[in-house]
């Protein structure tokens, strides 16, 4: 069975850096494609970065594009998200999502299967 666990999120101040994380189990890690989404209050929920270890392609939604960034340790199953120079609007719970299907948009949520728990960001002014 698939599993994603979220993590790292809380209370950062506008212009400051958190890292999330995404451990994942049940599937093999040296194959895999995960997306990180959130969902602000009141709001869709968005692609944010996706990561592909076939190829080691990365892609970032333009309102995160040069500030965050999007890895993964392959030793210990997890993907990251780095959040740099966070901004009020980055507020949201954060998601993370193993791709299992490539429709020609990155971010798809129907190309996504397995999703973690989420994990909520607060960025205060």
């Known amino acids: 069975e698939v599993q994603l666990q979220a993590s790292g999120g809380g209370l950062v101040q506008a212009g400051g850096s958190t890292r999330l994380s995404c451990a994942a189990s049940?599937?093999?890690?040296?194959?895999?494609?995960i997306g990180w989404f959130r969902q602000a209050p009141g709001k869709e929920r968005e692609g944010v970065a996706c990561i592909s270890s076939s190829d080691g392609s990365k892609h970032y939604a333009d309102s995160v594009k040069g500030r965050f960034t999007i890895s993964s340790d392959n030793a210990k199953n997890t993907v990251y998200l780095q959040m740099n120079r966070v901004k009020p609007e980055d507020t949201a719970v954060y998601y993370c999502a193993t791709r299992t299907y490539y429709s020609g948009n990155y971010y798809s949520e129907a190309d996504f299967d397995s999703w973690g728990q989420g994990t909520l960001v607060t960025v205060s002014s």
């Open positions: 049940g599937f093999n890690f040296d194959d895999y494609s």
